[in-house]
Every structure is written in C-alpha cells, then in structure tokens.
C-alpha cells in the first residue's frame, strides 16, 4: 500500500473527509484526516472511525498508523480556546 491509497480510503469511508497520510516506507504511516464525522466524537471513536475506513489492511498492509483527527473547525482554528483575559 502506498500513502495515496490509503487517503482515497478514508475518504472514500468518510464523506466529505480530506486525508494527508504520509509514509517513509509504505509500512509505517502517518495521517492528518479532517472530517465532518467526527464532530462530538471522542479521539478513540474519532480513530475507531478511520480503522473501519481500512478494514483488513490494518495489522497487515499497515503495520503502523499515527494519526492526528480532526473535525473542519478545529482544523481551521475555530474551535481554539480563546486566551484568558487579564
């Protein structure tokens, strides 16, 4: 599997989702994947919802896959705390 698979996956499996999944050996992977799905989701749901997206390949064709989720707000910076006023 090559990193450009495995972002039509995700997005295939999660609508209206972009993923930028990189790779230094096509074994070890590493995404950034923004998706409306996961808004009120937890980080483990949120993760839970991207393994379904790849089904068998994880543990195989993935061995390993770092992930970092969010939904399009924070992705944008809109859902960032606000600094504390003095």
Excluded: C, W
Excluded at 57 to 70: C, N, P, R, S, T
């Amino acid at each position: 599997m090559n990193p450009d698979q495995i972002a039509q996956m995700i997005q295939a499996g999660l609508p209206g989702s972009t993923a930028r999944v990189t790779s230094p050996d096509n074994v070890h992977f590493e995404a950034v994947v923004v998706a409306p799905a996961f808004a009120g989701k937890r980080a483990v749901q949120r993760h839970q919802l991207v393994y379904a997206t790849l089904g068998t390949y994880m543990g195989k064709e993935i061995h390993a896959l770092a992930l970092q989720v969010f939904t399009p707000d924070e992705h944008s910076g809109a859902a960032a705390p606000r600094a504390a006023r003095t």
